[in-house]
């Protein structure tokens, strides 16, 4: 399961809860998922660690209604009713009996209580960093004398050289710089670098080359590394699917035509630029991508953290998604376009005549600065803005 299913899915059990306090909810897990993609984890794992959204539904709504008892328990208890005294009854002939007057109990004021934890977590996080700086006193002298601490790791350069013809290229890098670059060879070539610490798996199965880079936990403890760059060969006039996943670093792909295209940017910086593809999807949870002068027929771009960037994007559909970060392209070409934005900005700048556009606006919370109306042709816009904000111009 993605993120944006994830979120999408936890938002809909929440529909017991009010607009303000179902946005914190979401808010609050956006920027869990921002920080934890930022420390390194995977989708996979945070997702794990979130649990379903079900019962993270259900345990938000668990505490609320326990914090809103709590709240009742702790409130001063309610001013007893005054006492009165009905005046002597005075017995008249053929009188109507008198009904005594109805006394209202006033309802309890709720009293809203708010404990100060802030000593607590000044302790806990002293304790912490205590805790943390006894360990490196320990651990590190240990790790070093053994051996095992290296800060300045020697890289040697190696050569793979694929044994097939591949079609399909899937990448998995965590640090330091990685390029392609079209050469006149047969098949796929890659300079890497290597050492014990730092060690790189590549495969080739059914038509797919997957490189994959790993790294010893220990080896970011101390300083910097200078690691030498890897760089990718690809055959001339063979059309590529590429998967690429950058967890950290630096990836730039050559310009050219590809074919599908996914890209998944944790943290660091891709550069996919002067391109055409047949899709184009990409997932921002940390970082930046740019995907400028891009042509493609269907684009996808989900933003959860950090930036994607466009400028001079050409496609059949467009559909970006943002719960966090900033999506911006400017001079968009496209026929379809739809924008959902729960949380951070989009901006859209449209290389058109905004009267050709059939606009469908809906907000419920944060600002948009389209108004629904009905174009002259059958191109849409469609935006939906529940938090943060949405900006679209036209060129005319």
């Not at 797919?208 to 990718?232: C, E, H, N, R």
């Amino acid at each position: 399961m993605k993120y944006n299913e994830w979120r999408d899915e936890l938002k809909n059990n929440l529909l017991s809860c009010n607009e303000s306090e179902r946005q914190r909810v979401l808010d609050y897990y956006a920027e869990a998922y921002a920080d934890r993609r930022e420390a390194g984890f995977s989708e996979r794992e945070i997702i794990e660690e979130f649990g379903a959204p079900y019962d993270a539904a259900h345990r938000i709504l668990t505490e609320t209604a326990k914090a809103e008892i709590e709240e009742e328990q702790t409130a001063p208890a309610p001013a007893p009713a005054p006492v009165v005294t009905p005046p002597p009854h005075t017995e008249q002939p053929n009188a109507a009996p008198v009904a005594p007057a109805f006394i209202p109990h006033p309802a309890p004021a709720a009293v809203k209580t708010k404990k100060s934890h802030t000593g607590l977590i000044i302790g806990l996080v002293c304790g912490f960093v205590a805790l943390v700086i006894l360990i490196l006193a320990i651990v590190l002298p240990a790790l070093a004398v053994n051996g095992l601490l290296n800060t300045d790791i020697e890289f040697t350069m190696e050569n793979y050289t694929a044994t097939e013809e591949n079609t399909s290229l899937r990448v998995d890098f965590g640090a330091g710089s990685l390029k392609t670059e079209y050469y006149d060879g047969e098949t796929i070539s890659i300079d890497y670098p290597a050492s014990k610490s730092f060690t790189q798996k590549i495969t080739e199965r059914n038509g797919k080359l997957t490189f994959k880079q790993s790294t010893k936990w220990y080896v970011w403890t101390i300083g910097t590394l200078d690691i030498p760059a890897t760089v990718i060969h690809l055959p001339r006039d063979i059309v590529y699917n590429l998967d690429f996943d950058l967890g950290a670093g630096s990836i730039d792909i050559a310009s050219g035509t590809y074919g599908t295209v996914m890209i998944d940017v944790g943290a660091g910086k891709l550069d996919f630029n002067d391109c055409e593809c047949t899709s184009f999807k990409a997932d921002v949870s940390a970082g930046k991508l740019t995907a400028n002068n891009l042509k493609c027929s269907n684009f996808n771009a989900i933003v959860s953290a950090g930036k994607f960037e466009s400028n001079n994007l050409v496609c059949d559909t467009l559909k970006s998604d943002v719960s966090a970060g900033k999506f911006e392209a400017s001079s968009v070409q496209c026929p379809d376009i739809k924008t959902t934005v729960s949380a951070g900005s989009a901006q859209i700048s449209i290389k058109g005549i905004k009267s050709e556009y059939t606009i469908r606006s809906s907000v419920s919370a944060g600002s948009c600065n389209l108004s629904n109306q009905t174009g002259t042709t059958d191109k849409l816009l469609v935006a939906d803005c529940s938090a943060g904000s949405i900006t679209v111009t036209f060129d005319n």
